[in-house]
């Protein structure tokens, strides 16, 4: 059991599993638009490299930049500084994985991809200015989980469609829908992020959602963005006809345990918690519409 929790939390603190993730979403796009697969291939691992590259550079470059000392710190930031020389030689390799699939990849593509890469990058390095001081992304107050589910859904949804179709198909309301869904559902399940980092926010003075409208708030807000999310799915199934009954089960079921899960939030839940089952809901949304599909 020991070793197995010990895989585990390797597989997940290494950003390994959110890559594995993100990925599956990508591929779930190509399922639920019928998406012709020739290049799937490479836009998956493209999004799998690249995704691994950008969560340990941002890890690392926190990590260099901060000062620890007196502060109380997480499991999983234990795990980071023990590990930190694993984590630069895999965001290392990485990186050379994510360069070498994006050179297979259609140059239009660069339209979408050059932009989130910057978007990714600026997410923790300090570009604006706030009181005489320069801050990142991540410290806007109340911006940082938009850009998030925003970058996130253009991963998974406008990547594998304007590879297939160009970017004229961006502008289908199938596409529209699908990226509306996703910024939903990457939106609810990262707010649960929040409240478990909400005392570290409070110490560097980021103003997050649950430090506006307290933790119960948040989590009501959450559950109203996944039931927004599963209305959608509904609108798509019964008038537009973009779904089929299968995959609009298969998203309700699983829905709801996302919407179970992410009542439990709390500041002093574990790092797997997070980390492992909430993150993992993105696994539980693409094999249930995979199974069901098949």
Not at 10 to 33: D, E, G, K, P, R
Not at 39 to 64: D, G
Not at 104 to 115: E, H, M, T, V
Not at 178 to 185: I, P
């Amino acid at each position: 059991m020991k070793v197995f929790i010990f895989l585990i939390r390797n597989f997940v603190y290494s950003n390994l599993f959110v890559s594995f993730c993100i990925a599956l979403l990508t591929h779930q796009t190509y399922i639920l638009l019928k998406l012709n697969q020739v290049h799937s291939f490479e836009i998956l691992a493209f999004v799998f490299c690249s995704t691994l590259f950008t969560y340990n550079f941002q890890r690392i470059y926190r990590l260099s930049t901060s000062d620890l000392v007196g502060k109380v710190i997480g499991f999983r930031l234990s795990w980071i500084i023990r590990n930190r020389k694993k984590l630069f030689f895999l965001s290392l390799l990485a990186a050379l994985f994510s360069g070498y699939f994006l050179s297979q990849l259609s140059n239009k593509l660069y339209l979408l991809i050059i932009p989130l890469a910057v978007l990714s990058v600026v997410h923790v390095i300090p570009i604006f200015k706030k009181n005489n001081r320069r801050i990142a992304i991540r410290e806007l107050p109340l911006v940082k989980i938009f850009v998030i589910a925003a970058v996130w859904s253009t991963v998974i949804v406008a990547l594998p469609v304007a590879d297939t179709y160009g970017f004229e198909k961006l502008k289908d309301s199938s596409t529209i829908f699908l990226w509306s869904e996703q910024f939903l559902y990457i939106f609810a399940i990262t707010l649960p992020f929040d409240i478990r980092d909400l005392r570290y926010d409070i110490e560097t003075e980021v103003k997050t959602i649950p430090m506006v409208i307290g933790i119960r708030k948040t989590i009501l807000l959450s559950t109203s963005f996944m039931l927004v999310f599963i209305g959608l799915k509904y609108i798509q199934y019964a008038f537009y006809k973009q779904l089929t009954f299968n995959q609009m089960v298969a998203t309700v079921v699983s829905s709801l345990f996302v919407v179970g899960l992410i009542s439990f939030s709390r500041k002093n839940r574990s790092e797997l918690f997070y980390s492992g089952l909430v993150e993992g809901t993105m696994m539980l949304m693409y094999f249930s519409i995979l199974m069901l599909e098949y």
